[in-house]
């Protein structure tokens, strides 16, 4: 059974540049989370996708855009790359819960720099 | 959601038990406590997960008081591999669940 699967592992883009990340969730999973981890600091939540569609979204500008496919996977856009853009980007996925908590499984994350 | 509170970091010895308290005094009727370990440039990994009383499983546990306004994971024996950055995390159930992670414990294990 494959666990969530991130590509590519590591991405170098300029200043100005757009970058799409990919996101295959785990087997049986339909809910798509994305998170940026900064270095030294603990992940930041982006956005999630259920159902193809954005049903929540953390404190990020539009420059970061995503998209759900039918078969679950996901995209994450970042338009107009800036220098703090540079960062760990993680994919989460998960199955709504049926009264317990939806415990959310990560991928192994892409390393972008942005020089 | 609530905040959770943890030490920024903790140091230990091979063979140890290691405890990790987490404060979230404003939890909600229906957050759930979850416990994640990173190592670096990597994602993080679901390790245990409770509501309330105790929680164990192959690689730890997780004790929450009556009143869930702390919790505390437990590892049994230590050993090097063991060296990570620890998150409690707070989370409702029944979808829309966003984790919101704060800085983490690094736990530094030593020969």
Known sequence: DAGVTQSPTHLIKTRG???????SPKSGHDTVSWYQQALGQGPQFIFQYYEEEERQRGNFP?????HQFPNYSSELNVNALLLG???LYLCASSTPGTGIEETQYFGPGTRLLVL | LAKTTQPISMDSYEGQEVNITCSHNNIATNDYITWYQQFPSQGPRFIIQGYKTKVTNEVASLFIPAD???STLSLPRVSLSDTAVYYCLLGGSGGY???IFGAGTRLAVHP
């Open chain 1, 17 to 23: 540049q757009q970058v799409t990340l990919r996101c």
């Open chain 1, 62 to 66: 539009d420059r970061f855009s995503g």
């Open chain 1, 85 to 87: 853009d540079s960062a």
């Open chain 2, 68 to 70: 869930r306004k702390s």
């Open chain 2, 97 to 99: 669940n966003k984790l």
